[in-house]
């Protein structure tokens, strides 16, 4: 399977399917394809189906699977950017949750829940995560750019809470609250931060989707006329 990722700021990534090959993503990603594709739409199991619900997926998954060699176009649901990850033996990925957009076969998606509580409750990537396991391709969205940051053993990242797209499962996560009260009150950084500590790689984005609703929110508000 070849793939290239198209569309700038409001990507898609386009897959050439040989015969034979498939790929399942998330419910409504099709953008388009050629005749020679089918789709299957099934849950993949009861269990596999709840634990896309308390990521915030759909209980679906669409499988396209290629009769003859074909494209097929994934779009997108959130301005940003679309990362293909290689999914090896030994090298899990923990990501945000909503963030799977599409994965080859031999990739298992499933819920990863932070063993911190702290982590969970006032972390912003949530205590509930999804991890990728297995081995294969799967592409996740991203806010806005991505950085990619490689930690060494011990190395640590301080990040804004929602800014964490996803780190290798040899790193950890923990939250610490943000000294000093006025910081807290008039720094506009809230009340916690996502601490990461390495080995491993972690992708921040730069623009959390609950960041760019509060903008659009903010600015709707502004433009209703006050009587």
């Not at 070849?2 to 700021?9: R, S």
């Not at 969970?120 to 995560?129: A, R, V």
């Amino acid at each position: 399977m070849q793939y290239k990722i198209i569309g700038g700021n409001f990507p898609a990534v386009s897959l050439l399917l040989q015969a034979g090959e498939e790929i399942s993503c998330q419910s409504g990603a099709m953008v388009w394809m050629d005749p020679s594709i089918k789709m299957e739409t099934s849950t993949g199991g009861l269990g596999k189906a709840l634990g896309r619900m308390f990521t915030g997926e759909s209980l679906f998954l669409n499988k396209y699977v290629a009769q003859q060699d074909g494209e097929l176009a994934l779009g997108t649901t959130f301005p940003g950017e679309i990362r293909a990850l290689e999914i090896t033996p030994g090298r899990a990925i923990i990501a945000q949750k909503t963030s799977y957009l599409a994965s080859t076969p031999g990739v298992d998606v499933s819920v990863h829940f932070q063993k911190k509580l702290g982590s969970g409750i006032f972390g912003g990537e949530g205590f509930i995560m999804q991890k990728f396991s297995g081995e294969g391709l799967v592409f996740i969205e991203i806010g806005g750019g991505a950085h990619e940051i490689e930690l060494a053993a011990g190395q640590q990242k301080v990040i804004d809470t929602g800014y964490l797209v996803m780190m290798e499962d040899t790193c950890s996560m923990d939250i610490v609250t943000v000294s000093g009260v006025k910081n807290v009150l008039f720094g506009g950084e809230g009340l916690f931060n996502t601490v990461v500590t390495g080995p491993g790689k972690i992708v921040v984005q730069t623009m959390p989707e609950i960041g760019l609703i509060t903008k659009i929110a903010d600015a709707v508000k502004n433009m209703i006329p006050k009587s």
